[in-house]
């Protein structure tokens, strides 16, 4: 079955490939699929050139999209998934999305990050009438995601037909391991400050001089402050009532964390999925996640850390 035999099936399959021909060879098929089904065809890939000049006759049907921007930070890029999804992909027929992200220069923590992402897709395209091919190049592709593309995808799909994957593993199940990966440690020097309820506005100003002597432009140290405020907030409000923030760089980027000693939280997908009526907790966590780099959760029985990743320019 495929998601245009129904309207509420997700089709979720990976492409591992060695050379433009094997890419070239599962994608034009597919695309020439959701074009004879009527579907709506996307393509998010580097490699989109090859796909015009070989899907031929059907091409102006076809959406293409930059791939660096489209990829830029994880949070954002579910974000704009839905977005896309529901304000005009499904509204012209069934989604038929080819999708190659961009592994350049990513950190340890951005990769595990994009793994995780791709796991959460079968959780937001859950039910809904999308067929995703994400595409993986194995000459580039660091060895912890080629690890992990058979966890993500239900099915893998290659020269020799599509099979289920026999490693595939339940979304919740992959984010709880993701969420044991400990934390690197801090790089020193390390800036802290200790918060409570009543001392808000005084962590304001601390987090935007430390952000300003890092040389972090206004705009993403308002988007910092913003962060940490939101974070220390819901601590002093709902957590044990008083924390710590500590502040460093590493990485090209400016580092927070935002440590609640007496309290575990939470986290069940916390923030990736955009505030609705019928679900409006987390509303705060999921501005936080659009407004930063990366955001890392680690919580224990009885205490909790939120870190904050704020690069120097934006993507």
């Given at each position: 079955?495929?998601?245009?035999?129904?309207?509420?099936?997700?089709?979720?399959?990976?492409?591992?490939?060695?050379?433009?021909?094997?890419?070239?060879?599962?994608?034009?098929?597919?695309?020439?699929?959701?074009?004879?089904?009527?579907?709506?065809?996307?393509?998010?890939?580097?490699?989109?050139?090859?796909?015009?000049?070989?899907?031929?006759?059907?091409?102006?049907?076809?959406?293409?999209?930059?791939?660096?921007?489209?990829?830029?930070?994880?949070?954002?890029?579910?974000?704009?998934?839905?977005?896309?999804?529901?304000?005009?992909?499904?509204?012209?027929?069934?989604?038929?999305?080819?999708?190659?992200?961009?592994?350049?220069?990513?950190?340890?923590?951005?990769?595990?990050?994009w793994g995780r992402l791709e796991s959460l897709l079968n959780v937001a395209f859950a039910d809904t009438p999308t067929s995703l091919l994400c595409a993986?190049?194995?000459?580039?592709?660091p060895a912890e995601v080629a690890e992990d593309v058979g966890r993500t995808h239900p099915e893998l799909v290659g020269a020799g037909g599509t099979r289920?994957?026999?490693?595939?593993?339940?979304?919740?199940?992959?984010?709880?391991?993701r969420n044991r990966v400990p934390l690197t440690p801090p790089v020193e020097p390390v800036m802290s400050r200790a918060f409570s309820g009543g001392d808000?506005?005084?962590?304001?100003?601390?987090?935007?001089?430390?952000?300003?002597?890092?040389?972090?432009?206004?705009?993403?140290?308002?988007?910092?402050?913003?962060?940490?405020?939101?974070?220390?907030?819901?601590?002093?409000?709902?957590?044990?009532?008083?924390?710590?923030?500590?502040?460093?760089?590493?990485?090209?980027?400016?580092?927070?964390?935002?440590?609640?000693?007496?309290?575990?939280?939470?986290?069940?997908?916390?923030?990736?999925?955009?505030?609705?009526?019928?679900?409006?907790?987390?509303?705060?966590?999921?501005?936080?996640?659009?407004?930063?780099?990366?955001?890392?959760?680690?919580?224990?029985?009885?205490?909790?850390?939120?870190?904050?990743?704020?690069?120097?320019?934006?993507?």
């Amino acid at each position: 079955m495929t998601a245009t035999d129904s309207v509420d099936v997700l089709v979720h399959r990976a492409l591992l490939y060695g050379h433009e021909d094997e890419f070239l060879d599962v994608t034009i098929p597919f695309l020439r699929e959701g074009l004879t089904r009527g579907g709506r065809p996307v393509v998010i890939s580097e490699r989109a050139g090859l796909v015009r000049r070989r899907l031929g006759r059907g091409v102006s049907r076809v959406e293409f999209l930059d791939a660096p921007g489209w990829f830029g930070v994880p949070a954002r890029t579910l974000t704009a998934y839905l977005a896309s999804a529901r304000e005009r992909w499904w509204s012209r027929g069934p989604l038929y999305l080819v999708a190659e992200p961009v592994w350049r220069a990513r950190t340890g923590p951005e990769v595990r990050e994009w793994g995780r992402l791709e796991s959460l897709l079968n959780v937001a395209f859950a039910d809904t009438p999308t067929s995703l091919l994400c595409a993986y190049d194995v000459r580039s592709l660091p060895a912890e995601v080629a690890e992990d593309v058979g966890r993500t995808h239900p099915e893998l799909v290659g020269a020799g037909g599509t099979r289920r994957s026999a490693r595939f593993t339940d979304p919740a199940v992959f984010y709880a391991e993701r969420n044991r990966v400990p934390l690197t440690p801090p790089v020193e020097p390390v800036m802290s400050r200790a918060f409570s309820g009543g001392d808000l506005a005084g962590l304001r100003v601390f987090v935007a001089a430390v952000a300003e002597r890092h040389g972090l432009p206004r705009e993403r140290r308002v988007a910092l402050v913003q962060s940490v405020a939101e974070v220390a907030g819901h601590v002093a409000r709902n957590g044990g009532g008083r924390g710590s923030v500590w502040v460093w760089s590493a990485d090209g980027s400016l580092i927070c964390d935002v440590i609640d000693a007496g309290t575990a939280l939470d986290d069940r997908y916390l923030g990736y999925f955009p505030p609705a009526p019928h679900r409006p907790a987390g509303a705060g966590m999921w501005a936080v996640r659009q407004l930063c780099d990366l955001v890392e959760i680690r919580s224990g029985a009885d205490c909790s850390v939120v870190r904050l990743h704020m690069g120097h320019g934006a993507r």
